[in-house]
């Protein structure tokens, strides 16, 4: 294994509108952030079509924001994706936008400049998802690597200084008592599950590891072990990503509890992993519910 870099933390950041628009919030989010060593920040952008291309809406504001972000040391990923993204005829119209990323970043001062992009597709949020048989799932998530492979590639050959990153779920590297993956994806001749095809490729990922329990069978740390082992070895990361959202069931985050009761859960968590170099450290979901969150 190699030597491990330390871990940092990242957090996904939604309603970045009035984030962009308004100082006093912004300065509140920097300070947030820099209270709970968040460095990484998976920012929700919007495009809008310009011309015959894509760009990124709102351009000087948000390249004003990075250079305000930079100088508190945090690095701002640019976070977009859609379930629809899965599907094959939809690739082009990601590719336009991972251009318009890029585009972005062009002629560009370093401190005004995006860090990464990361996408959060989910095939599973998919209408088709629910009824499709095992092979119905197989080909989506086929798909699901072929877009984020071909755009971490274009990535990588225009703009090779920034990271690529990507959202996945705990269960895509779900494998049999033999250790056969459940969820198949033969790619480029190689069958794996989607997890370790994005592994191979990526610079890190986002596991939406929703548990609000760290140890036990179905706790955060058997739900990821298996992704950070592969990682150890492998092109990518592994970001643990935990809840504090008013989404789904109770035992998948941690809303309508401290702040304090949280990170005291997660401790395990980080001492796990301590010295994996596939753990890239813990990522929040999300900061309008962190914010929200009572300290003790």
């Known amino acids: 294994m190699a030597s491990a870099a330390e871990p940092t933390n990242a957090m996904w950041v939604y309603k970045t509108e009035a984030l962009l628009a308004d ?21 929700s952008v919007h495009y809008q079509r310009q011309g015959r291309a894509q760009g990124i809406a709102r351009a000087a504001e948000l390249h004003a924001f990075i250079k305000a972000a930079s100088a508190c040391g945090l690095k701002i990923h640019a976070l977009g994706g859609d379930p629809s993204h899965t599907l094959s005829q939809n690739h082009p119209r990601v590719m336009e936008r ?17 860090a990464g992009l990361h996408f959060d597709i989910e095939p599973h ?25 071909k755009a971490c590639e274009r990535l990588r ?3 090779p200084n920034m990271l690529y990153g990507a959202d996945i779920t705990f269960w895509f590297d779900k494998a049999s008592p033999e250790g056969e993956p459940s969820y198949p994806v033969t790619f480029k001749g190689v069958t794996k599950d989607a997890t370790k095809h994005l592994l191979d490729v990526a610079d890190n990922v986002g596991i939406m590891s929703y548990r609000n329990t ?83």
């Not at 100082?23 to 920012?43: S, V, Y």
């Not at 991972?98 to 995006?114: G, K, M, Y």
């Not at 968590?269 to 309008?288: D, K, L, Q, S, T």
Request: aromatic share 12%; proline share 4%; with cysteine.
């Open 157 to 159: 050959s225009k703009a």
């Open 98 to 114: 991972v251009d318009a990323t890029i585009e972005f970043n062009h002629a560009t001062p370093e401190d005004e400049r995006l």
């Open 214 to 296: 760290a140890e036990g069978k179905n706790g955060i740390i058997s739900l990821v072990t298996k992704t950070i082992t592969y990682a150890d070895a492998a092109k990518g990361r592994a970001y643990v990503g935990v809840k504090m959202a008013d989404i789904g069931p109770p035992m998948e985050g941690f809303y309508g509890q401290t702040e304090a009761a949280m990170q005291e859960a997660l401790k395990p968590v980080r001492e796990a992993f301590a010295g994996h170099r596939g753990y890239a450290g813990i990522a929040y979901f999300m900061y309008g519910a962190y914010r929200e969150m009572p300290v003790k």
């Open 23 to 43: 100082n006093a919030e912004r300065a509140e989010l920097f300070t947030f952030c820099e209270q709970r060593n968040i460095t990484d920040l998976f920012w």
């Open 125 to 149: 949020g998919l209408p088709q998802w629910k009824k499709a048989t095992l092979e119905e799932k197989c080909a989506l998530l086929t798909q699901f690597v072929e877009i984020n492979v």
